[in-house]
Structures are given as structure tokens and as C-alpha cells.
């Protein structure tokens, strides 16, 4: 038989393998007659019999297989005829091979699934505007600048001046606070974390109650206590009190004081916090009744409320900034001694203060790290779904070939193999939707370490459904392309003539592998900087010993209505009976544990010390008891700590940490130092340094004044324990429930949890970039066995060739895995010169770790070759192992 008669029998050969297998049976004979010299068969003989044989297996084929080749063919329907037949053969492709279509899908889906995760939370929590809040983008949020303090807090009669003195730039002005209260409902008594707002807070935010009414402005100008109203959150009047409709007029009880509810917020209100669900809102001037240590209204030094105002019509940022400044102007010539160190008032848009502004820069850069990360996974999964593509390519190569042959235009069947993709990737986007609700839910159900109202639930809504249809698009896009770029080149007709056309492939599949571990790489060295972080971060010094062994519970006695005398023997007889415990060794009281999100901050002056300009003149402080410094195992430079004597009988002093010290007495001792600040204080003890805000903080100053001087406070309960913390924080409560059964006693756990707080973003990095970290590690492990193992098999003649000839086994092995090391180093180093520019971006979220960490970045690379290593050996291995004479016999 010529070659020609041999083309023409591969031909229609190749051309049958495409057709279903009942009709290769039936057609297979008449084949081979057509092309057998010795045939008899008249209609199949010569040339013109074999045209019409082809003529003939084409009209059986397009009656028996319609889908088969009419994408290629031009319907009457044109453009959407083609598109629909491109759909209905995608489709059929998609459950051709189930186990394909399982693999394809699932990667995808955990790639898409966790960017749709990230970016509902990110924006839920972050970016999305307030719910329930009338044209959020005319609101700002007013800080007062100080030195060293760029986002200070208000008091009730700045408040006041700034409504009443800046109505040409603003259309409302309003002040909040969260305050916590004891709601009580008959025997049992509920520590709730509400807000303490200005009678024009819902106005200012433009939302309606959704029963009753809201606080009427003006009616905070008849003064402290005339009126004993509260609004209850949408959420808590549903599941506390059963979404009763006749619940405006009703009474409910809070820290003793019948309060009448009058109205219920609206249900998508969510305040000036996008993640916060306030149970109850109380007027400003029942903050002598709600919250006694907030009670000075008329105190222009008491500022502990944030002021938010809407913008009027037409009027701009800028115009508001210079009203502001003018108002300060004013306010210095009337109360010189309150203003004169105020700098100026700093404007933030509603969108990016956040929870607080100083908060919201660190908050905003993990999340772009997260983002970045989940979108490196994304990444990860599009190119392992595109080796999977190429090796399904090598097993449709003469279909294409045929497709090509038979008159299809490479863009046509380009589009044919992108709609395939797409219809992969909108499979997988319906997998991830699925998986982004189970894990948004799971996010609902965190409880936050941070004492407050807060609601963590985001919602996978259109703007996320919209999200995940896009990235699904650009995925389909991204994995499918080269592959359909690939199956069409010219050279894949070479495949109808019996070449491989696999030189191309195979490197396409190598630049995959390259990308796939440079990808890999750049997110394992990112999840273990922050795994690092998170190390670093648990080993810095906070200032006292062994948290592990120290136990913390807060109460609020004023809440009770108990008195300032009857405090202290209430909290005087609880510490006792602390200490009296076997498991106790020492106990004392603080009104703000460090490391928590609450702080307070006094003026100063110092004798004989002049300030700067602009050089801060109030520092944080809490106050403490005797028994404190003890407890927490805080060192002593010189001094001493608080005594029982230090009451309101005795003379005022204060400690001092050492950058206090050190600041205003360089090279002096501190000792007897004065301090002005609540009156004339003697410095009686001088602390080593501490973290008080942040784990990541610079030393900064800190005081401690005593609180049986200054007055009781909410206090939290200190103490040290010799043996299980657990079982002590049992006997706590029982000490307190002895005491007054219906005093609510919050935050109870050891100061390990209470750090939490200040190893939240340490935490949130490490172990939410480690799970990704550890994913994208398994892909890049299955991508690279899968690219490895269909790179083994093309080549499974030539090793066979090898071993036939004498080549020893181990040197097959030995040379397939060099091939893919080789690969795997060089994506190594792109990757770890990719990671160098990410570890510099993300250094100062980190803690104690340099973006460059020296651990990071050799463990890293060298674990990801071994997993490199163990799955290109693993295809190596078989296919040296296999017997030679049966690879060379497949071919």
C-alpha cells in the first residue's frame, strides 16, 4: 500500500476513534475495504469511491452525532446559534469524564470559594457603607489633635459648641459612646454593652425607628437625668423580648433605674460601627444613671465621646475643615486653659474611620495581604487546572487536528475550548458560592476577645455573587487560554500524520511548572512571615510574669447602684476572700488591664520641665490598688507600689514607668518628683517598661495613680495563681455570686485570653496565611505530580528505549527527577525574589520578625523543593519500573 493510501487510512481511522462505538462497528469494514486494492466493493473503489465514502461517514456522522461537529459547521442561527452549540458540546464535555471534571472543579472551586470568603468579609466589615444609614457619604467623624494624640476623643460641651456654633457647614451634629449596663428583668440581671448617644443621633444618621420614636432634640438641654428614655437595638427587641409590637411604653430596669422604652431602631441599623448589633440606646443625660464615671457632662476635661456630623448640601470637606478651625479659634479665646494645647480637629469620612481611625490603616493592610494571598491561591489553582487542561489536550490532539483539517478556523475552535473552560470555571463558581456561605457563617459565629456588641455576620449578597462571577470569568479565561492556544498551533497537524506535536506542550507545561512553584513560594514565605510574627509576638515582654498563671474578672458595682463607700466594701471583702484561696498567692484591683482596647489619658505638668509645641502633654494611665503591681509581677527600679494608706486621707502620689521617668528627669532619680495631674502627686515608685496599647507599640509613658484616691471606677479583679487558673476562675465566680448574686461579673478568663486581644492581628495573620499557606503548598504539590506524571507518560517510549538498552534504573529515576528540580529551582528563585518585595510591603504588620526573616525564607524554599522532589519522584519511579518491551509495544 502506498503512502498515500496509508494517510487516508490514518485519516479515517483518526476520524472514527471520534465517533461513538456502536457506529465504529458498524462502519469499521466498509473502511477497510475502501482502502484494500484487493476490495470487490464497486461504490468504494478507486479514488472516487473513497471521496464517497468520506461524503457518506460525514452525513451518517452529523445524523448520528450532532453535537459532534455542527459547532463547526454554519447554522442558520449565526453568532447565538454557534454560542448555544458551543454550550451544549461544552456541557457534553463536562460530563464526558466525571473524574476530570471532579478534579478541575474542586481546585477551582477552593480557589474562588476562599477569595469570595475574603473579599465578603473584608468588605462587610471594612468597606461596604453603614446599613440602615441615609447617604453615608455626607458623614465624617470629628478627632481633636493634640500633641502626640492625633485622634482624640470629645466632651458634652465641645459637643455642644460644635452643633450649635458650625450649622452653616453642618447639618447635624451628634455624640456616642458605648457604655455598658445591668438590665435587669425580675431576679436575673444581664451585663449588656450599649450606647450612650446625643438626643439627634438617629436624625444625624438619617434612620427611622422602625416602632415608636426616636430622641427628641432639644430634650438633652433640660439637663442630667430628666430623661429616662432608651431606644432597644432591632435584633435584641426580636430575640429578648419576642418582637412584641406593644413594647413602646413598656418599662425595663437598667443598673436599678426604671428606664421607658420608645422606640426600636431600625432593623438594618447598625450605628456608627458596621459590625457592631447595639442591644439599647440611652440619652447622653442619663449617664449619671447609666454610667457614673462618665457623669461630669459639664466637664470640658471629661472626653470620652466621639462626635459624627452631616455634611449639608453642597458643602465640601474642606469647607467643613475650615468651619472647624475657625470654631477653635473661638473656643481659645473663651477657655484658654482647655484649648490652648488642642492643635486642631481632623475631619475623617465616615468610610474610612472604621471602628477608629488609628485602627483602620493596620486593618485595611492585613486585609490587603489576605486579599493578596487568596488571590496567589487563586492563582495556584487557575494553573494547575491548566496542566490538567494540557493533558487533556494530549488526549484530544487528533480530534483537533481533525476539527482543523476538516475547514474549522483556529479562532473558531479556540472559542469552541474557551467556552469549555468557562463552563469549568461557572461550575466551580456555583461549588464556591456554596462554600463562601458555610464559611461566612462560620465567621458569624466568632466570638471577638474585645469586650462590646459585636456582630461578625456578612452576607454572601449580589455585589459578592457579582465578584465571584467575574473572578470565575477571568479564571476560565486564564486557565483556558493556553491550553486552547496550545491544541491549535499549526504543527497539531502533524498529529494526523502520526507526529507527537508534544515539543510545544511540554514546554508550555514547564513555564507552568515554573510559575506554579515561584506562585507557591511567594505564599509560603508570606504565611511564614506571619507565622513568625505570631512567634515573635508571643515571646515579647509585656511588662509583668507569666500570664499563664494569672486570672482576670471585671464588675461594675456603680451599675448595681451601689455607693462609693459601699464599693469599696464590696471590692475591699472580694479581694480578701481572692487572697484567702489556696490557689491564690496575690490579688489586687485595675481599672484597665494593659493590653486591652480600653485606655484613659490625663493632662500633666511637671515642675522645672518646659514642653514642646507640639509635644503631647497627657498620658495614659489606669488606676490601681495595693496588691496590684504584686500579682502581676511587675518590677519595681525604685520605690515602691501602692499601700492601703494611700486613700483619700493620705498624701497624693504616683508611679511612674521608666520612659516617664527618663523623659522628664534625664539622669535623675524620680523619687519625690512632683506631678500635676489630679493635684500635686509625689512620684513614690518608678516601673520598668510595659506594653499597654499594642504588643507592637514603641516604650511610651505610663502612670499609675491610686484608686483610693481618685475615686472607684469599674474595677477588674487581679490575681496570681498557684495551681490550675481554671479552677481558681471557677472559685471566683462563686465568691462574687456569695457576695451579690445579681452583680454581672464579665470578662473572666486568664490573662493568656485577655492578650488575645493584642495577638489578634499577630493571630488572624498566622493562622488564617498559614491554612492558606498550607493549601497553596498541597496544590502546588498535586499540580506538580500531575504535570510531572503526564510529562513521564509522553515520554514513556523514550525511558523504555532507555532501560531496553542497558540503562540502569536508578539513572532513569535519577535523570527525571534532576529535569524536575531543575524546574523546581528555577521557580524557586523567581518566587523568592518575588517574596523579598512582599516581605518589605507587609514588614510593619509584623512583630518582632523582619520582612526578610532568615528562617522564612530558607525553610520555606527547601520544604517546597522536597514536596517538589517527592512528586516528580513518585511518576519517575513507575515509569522506570514498568517493562519496557509493553511501553514500546503501546506505541
Known amino acids: 500500500m502506498d503512502s498515500k493510501q496509508d494517510l487516508g487510512r490514518r485519516l479515517y481511522r483518526a476520524l472514527l476513534r471520534c465517533y461513538p462505538r456502536d457506529f465504529r462497528d458498524r462502519h469499521e469494514a466498509d473502511l477497510l475495504q475502501a482502502f484494500d486494492d484487493r476490495s470487490t466493493e464497486p461504490r468504494f473503489s478507486g479514488i472516487g469511491g473513497r471521496v464517497r465514502l468520506a461524503g457518506w461517514l460525514t452525513k451518517d456522522l452529523m445524523r448520528s452525532v450532532p453535537l459532534l461537529h455542527r459547532p463547526f459547521t454554519r447554522p442558520g442561527g449565526g453568532m447565538m446559534g454557534e454560542l448555544v452549540q458551543d454550550l451544549r458540546y461544552g456541557v457534553r464535555m463536562l460530563v464526558k469524564n466525571p ?74 451634629v451628634a455624640a456616642w459612646t458605648f457604655s455598658p449596663v445591668a438590665l ?151 477657655y484658654p486653659d482647655h484649648y490652648d494645647r488642642q492643635l486642631g480637629t481632623r475631619i475623617i469620612p465616615q468610610s474610612e474611620a472604621g471602628f477608629h481611625p488609628s485602627l483602620a490603616q493596620a486593618s485595611m493592610g492585613m486585609s490587603a495581604v489576605i486579599m493578596t494571598v487568596v488571590a496567589l491561591l487563586l492563582l495556584i489553582a487557575c494553573v494547575n487546572v491548566a496542566n490538567l487542561f494540557l493533558a487533556r489536550a494530549r488526549d484530544r490532539r487528533q480530534e483537533m487536528a481533525l476539527r482543523l483539517s476538516l475547514g474549522a478556523g483556529r479562532g473558531r475552535v479556540v472559542r469552541q475550548l474557551l467556552t469549555e473552560s468557562l463552563l ?135 451599675l448595681q447602684g451601689y455607693e462609693d463607700e459601699e464599693v469599696w466594701v464590696l471590692l475591699d471583702r472580694l479581694v480578701a476572700d481572692l487572697r484567702a484561696l489556696p490557689g491564690v498567692s496575690e490579688a489586687g484591683m485595675v481599672s484597665w488591664l494593659p493590653l486591652g482596647l480600653n485606655n484613659s489619658d490625663r493632662g500633666i505638668e511637671i515642675p522645672g520641665y518646659t514642653f514642646a509645641e507640639d509635644e503631647r502633654r497627657s498620658i495614659n494611665y489606669t488606676q490601681a490598688t495595693e496588691g496590684y503591681f504584686e500579682a502581676m509581677g511587675v518590677d519595681f527600679l525604685e520605690g515602691r507600689g501602692f499601700a492601703r494608706s494611700d486613700d483619700a486621707d493620705g498624701k497624693p502620689v504616683i508611679v511612674v514607668n521608666r520612659v516617664f521617668a527618663e523623659r522628664y528627669w534625664p539622669g535623675e532619680s524620680a523619687l519625690g518628683k512632683v506631678v500635676q495631674t489630679a493635684g500635686d502627686r509625689e512620684v513614690v515608685g518608678v516601673v520598668e517598661d510595659g506594653k499597654y496599647g499594642s504588643l507592637g507599640e514603641a516604650p511610651t509613658p505610663f502612670m499609675f495613680l491610686p484608686s483610693r484616691q481618685v475615686g472607684p471606677s469599674q474595677a477588674t479583679l487581679v490575681a496570681r495563681t498557684r495551681s490550675n487558673p481554671g479552677e481558681v476562675l471557677g472559685q471566683l465566680r462563686g465568691l462574687v455570686r456569695s457576695v451579690d448574686p445579681n452583680l454581672p461579673l464579665f470578662d473572666v478568663r486568664t490573662m493568656e485570653d485577655h492578650m488575645g486581644i493584642a495577638l489578634l492581628p499577630a493571630r488572624i495573620g498566622g493562622s488564617v496565611l498559614g491554612l492558606f499557606g498550607i493549601l497553596g503548598m498541597l496544590l502546588a504539590a498535586v499540580g506538580i505530580y500531575g504535570v510531572m506524571a503526564y510529562s513521564v507518560s509522553q515520554r514513556r517510549r523514550e525511558l523504555g528505549i532507555r532501560v531496553a538498552l542497558g540503562a540502569r534504573r536508578n539513572d532513569v529515576i535519577r535523570m527525571v527527577v534532576g529535569q524536575g528540580i531543575r524546574l523546581s529551582v528555577l521557580g524557586t528563585i523567581l518566587g523568592l525574589a518575588s517574596a523579598a518585595l512582599l516581605g518589605r510591603l507587609v514588614e510593619g504588620l509584623l512583630y518582632n520578625v523582619s520582612g526578610l526573616d532568615p528562617v522564612a525564607f530558607t525553610v520555606v524554599p527547601a520544604l517546597l523543593i522536597g514536596v517538589a522532589a517527592l512528586a516528580v519522584y513518585l511518576p519517575a519511579r513507575r515509569a522506570a519500573g514498568g517493562d519496557p518491551l509493553e511501553a514500546l509495544r503501546s506505541e
Not at 440606646?281 to 476635661?301: Q, T
Open 99 to 172: 473524574l476530570f471534571t471532579a478534579a478541575a472543579v474542586v481546585t477551582l472551586a477552593l480557589g474562588i470559594g476562599m477569595n469570595a470568603t475574603v473579599f465578603s468579609a473584608v468588605r462587610g466589615l471594612l468597606l461596604e457603607p453603614l446599613p440602615g444609614v441615609q447617604d453615608p457619604e455626607r458623614l465624617i467623624q470629628m478627632y481633636r489633635v493634640w500633641g502626640g494624640l492625633d485622634f482624640g476623643s470629645n466632651s458634652v460641651p465641645h459637643y455642644q459648641d460644635v452643633r450649635d456654633r458650625t450649622g452653616d457647614a453642618f447639618e447635624s
Open 424 to 558: 469549568f470555571a461557572l461550575v466551580a463558581a456555583v461549588a464556591a458560592v456554596a462554600m463562601a456561605a458555610v464559611a461566612t457563617r462560620a465567621l458569624g459565629a466568632v466570638q471577638m476577645p474585645i469586650d462590646g456588641p459585636w456582630d461578625m455576620t456578612v452576607d454572601v449578597d449580589g455585589t459578592v455573587l457579582l465578584f465571584t462571577g467575574v473572578i470565575s470569568i477571568a479564571a476560565g479565561v486564564l486557565f483556558g487560554m493556553a491550553p486552547a492556544l496550545q491544541a491549535t498551533r499549526p504543527e497539531t497537524m502533524s498529529t494526523v500524520k502520526g507526529g507527537g506535536g508534544g515539543v510545544g506542550r511540554s514546554r508550555m507545561s514547564s513555564a507552568l511548572v515554573v510559575a506554579q512553584v515561584a506562585l507557591s513560594l511567594m505564599l509560603l514565605v508570606g504565611s511564614g512571615l506571619f507565622l513568625r510574627s505570631l512567634q515573635g509576638a508571643s515571646q515579647i515582654d509585656p511588662g509583668f510574669d507569666e500570664p499563664r498563671n494569672l486570672v482576670t474578672a471585671a464588675l461594675d458595682p456603680s
Open 184 to 334: 435587669a428583668e425580675g431576679e436575673t440581671t444581664e451585663r449588656l454593652v450599649g450606647m450612650m448617644v446625643s438626643a439627634n443621633f438617629f436624625q444625624t444618621y438619617g434612620a427611622r425607628p422602625a416602632l415608636g420614636r426616636a430622641f427628641i432634640p432639644g430634650e438633652e438641654d433640660e439637663g442630667p437625668g430628666a430623661h429616662a428614655r432608651a431606644i432597644l437595638g432591632h435584633s435584641f427587641w426580636r430575640t429578648r423580648f419576642g418582637g412584641d409590637p406593644q413594647i413602646i411604653g413598656r418599662t425595663v430596669t437598667l443598673n436599678g433605674h426604671p428606664f421607658e422604652v420608645v422606640g426600636v431602631a431600625p432593623r438594618d441599623f447598625k450605628g456608627p460601627v458596621s459590625f457592631a448589633d447595639v442591644p439599647i440606646y440611652v440619652p447622653i443625660m442619663m449617664a449619671r444613671e447609666v454610667a457614673p464615671c462618665c457623669a461630669h457632662l459639664d466637664s470640658r476635661g471629661n472626653n470620652t465621646f466621639n462626635v459624627v456630623a452631616r455634611l449639608r448640601d453642597g458643602i465640601a470637606e474642606e469647607r467643613a475643615q475650615e468651619a472647624m478651625d475657625a470654631l477653635l479659634v473661638q473656643l481659645r479665646e473663651e
